[in-house]
């Protein structure tokens, strides 16, 4: 990032400089993310009763607006600069530069695409002991807690390489840009007047950065607006309840999340004359668990 910077300013090259930016969000949303996650395993507190998980959605929203406004002036420099004649762009610098970074991407491609490997052979030969029912329960399982990582259970080792197959692709996307930035420097050297090459370069990379942040934008509103999980349906939720021996009725169904991979879920439930509510209590819980993953749950017996 420190050599695109410098190297961008000194060929002046926008292409290069929002390649650098690039970079800089990633740190800022990689610090943020684990700052996020480390305060997301403080103590719920009398204040804070259920704790401070949803950092991580509030980080997140940091994270994209920090993109937003950064793609946001890069690409109100690059039309300026259609618009008005600038100082040309040095392509051999530019070129020496973009290679450079694709190096470096190289690198990590082939770094954590081996990694990523080996965790996923690791991971398959894992799933085969367990049963189907655990198989089906995979997509809510990478949405686990990050801050689990360090463990060594079969569990963590899944988050673990859903996390490494997300850098993956991180870099993979770096390493697009970079061969996008060397095409361009390439295009200029031989062309030194085509130097809208540059600045449609950084358009172009610009707007995909702000394309990439709309899922996440799409969850964090999710997460804020107290919207129902996507991985749960509350009708199934809903008619497995009423399954459950002794209950009669279920209403006042409500889930959400906390943050990612933490749902919430609160009902009332009518029960059946004679009905034990301790038993219908553990039931309800322990179906929730083990059918949709919800380990917060709070019910109220009529």
Known sequence: MAVEVVGGVKANSLAVITDAAHLLTDVAGFSISLFAVWASGWE???HQSFGYGRLEVLGALLS?????MISGFLIYEAISRILHKNAGVNGGLMFAIALFGFIINFVMVVWL???HSHHACHDHNHDHSHSHEREDMRA???GEETNKLVSSSPANTKILNINIQGAYLHVMADLIQSVGVMIAGAIIWAKPDWLVVDLIC???FSTFVLFTTLPMLRDIFSILMESTPREISVGRLE???KCINGV???HSLHVWSLTVGKPVLSCHVIAEPLASSTEILHRIRDYCERTHRIHNVTVQIE
């Open 140 to 142: 809510t399982n990478e």
């Open 239 to 241: 008619s497995g309840l």
């Open 248 to 250: 009669q009725d279920v």
């Open 44 to 46: 719920a507190t009398s």
């Open 113 to 115: 695409g081996h990694d």
């Open 202 to 204: 950084t358009l172009l």
């Open 64 to 68: 994209v607006q920090l993109i937003w």
